[in-house]
């Protein structure tokens, strides 16, 4: 059986800043239903809660060498729904608040790299491969070819890199080679990991893996142009023939509306109407007017520049003329967090900014609205617009990334297409489409085949397992 150690800086249901907490709990999840044998090891942070941490088994302790230094580290393990979990304990590195964002985070994620290596051995399992994922790992595949391989030591054991976001890449200054990681002054070169004055854990990801996967086929090309590619775009078109791109899924379990207890009125494929009834007790519970007739229009998104925020805000005051609400869930930026609210208080009506994130919240309007809103200027997969398909809620979307790969735009002459997209990054463009579909929420018939055209999409992870379970062999 193919042995896998999936690494990651953070998994559902344990500790979640983003999307790739979700994949680094689901997709192991699905490979393991492929007789895959793959395991996950994340830190142990301080904000695991204690309904976790109780739960866990002390494996053992030993030390890991940083540089000139030794440092302790200990290996907990759980098993959540048939997953594997290691957890690396080191309560000066990680038993503090927030995940990331502190003064040594090069430090951090050097020595979680190194713990990751050393611990292969303690806990007994050696697997054939490595996935890591993002520059949190990005020196693995490095550490592994030049203190490991090097030596005879685990040198069977290949490596595959997974870019969920190129934007964040990790990047330090020169020292942090000799001092922390113990490599020579020879990886401080274009050639190897330095980056425009520093060292990049993305950079060492992408250029020392075997393999290197991003989260949509769409994605994969466009970091490979200078606009999406972050100052590494040269490296990705370098490895091109390595590069895969392979759109995420959800968990079909955790977002199921027939099944989902967070949403007022579980409903199916078979019975949408019931979604009206979401609508109907998200209304009153966020004080908008009770309407089953007037469309509803979300986001649930961080408020950032990316996710179209712009966009929506440029636009936003023209959209609020039209007879539609619009509910939006999430935090970010400031800027855009008091001018939601601003706007709010203008629109009482006709917009329900909600500046916080609450997963429960989230669900019941996806499971409410008629149609989810995504303007992102560039999006490596996003999972909003799938959760959305799963739950009835129309997506509009830019063409771009994992978006311009899972959504294809209605036509009311075919019949075909499961949401509606537009191309340029402009805001009467995006205005235009949402017109659109609201020109169509009109016809009852034509909206409810829209719903069920994307009701009856399959983003379950197992089209994605079985292909990455492909590519481990491929290498292997």
Known sequence: MLKILYVASEAVPFIKTGGLADVAFSLPKALRKLDVDIRVIVPKYKEIKEQFTEKMKHLISFQVPVAWRRQHCGIDYLEYEGVPFYFVDNDYYFKRDGLYGHYDDGERFSYFCKAVLESMENI?????????????????????????????????????????NLKYQGVFPEEILEDVLGLGMEYYDENALEFYGGVSFMKGGIKYSNLVTTVSETYSNEIQYPFFG??????????????????????????????????????????????QENKIRLQENLNLPKRKDVPMISMVCRLANMKGLDLVLHILEDLLCEDVQLVILGTGDEHYESKLKEIEHKYPEKLSANILFDEGLAHKIYAASDTFLMPSLFEPCGLGQLIALRYGSVPIVRETGGLN????????????????????????????????????????????????????????????????????????
């Open 230 to 275: 972050e100052r590494l775009d040269g490296l990705l078109r370098h490895r091109k023939n390595d590069l895969h791109g392979l759109v995420n899924g959800i968990d079909y379990d955790i977002y199921d509306p027939s099944k989902d207890e967070n949403i007022f009125e579980k409903f199916s494929f078979n019975s949408i109407e019931k979604k």
């Open 405 to 476: 790969d899972t959504i294809k735009s209605f036509s009311e002459y075919t019949g075909e297409g499961n949401g509606f997209s537009f191309t340029n990054y402009n805001a009467h463009d995006m205005l235009y489409t949402i017109k659109t579909a609201l020109k169509l929420y009109r016809n009852n018939e034509t909206w409810e085949k829209i719903v069920k055209n994307a009701m009856s999409e399959d983003y379950s992870w197992n089209n994605s397992a079985n292909t990455y379970k492909k590519l481990y062999h491929k290498i292997y």
């Open 124 to 164: 007994d399992f050696v697997p054939d491969v490595i996935h890591c994922n993002d520059w949190h790992t990005g020196m693995i595949p490095v550490l592994l070819n030049e203190h490991y391989k090097k030596y005879g030591k685990y040198d069977h054991i290949k490596t595959i890199f997974t870019i969920h």
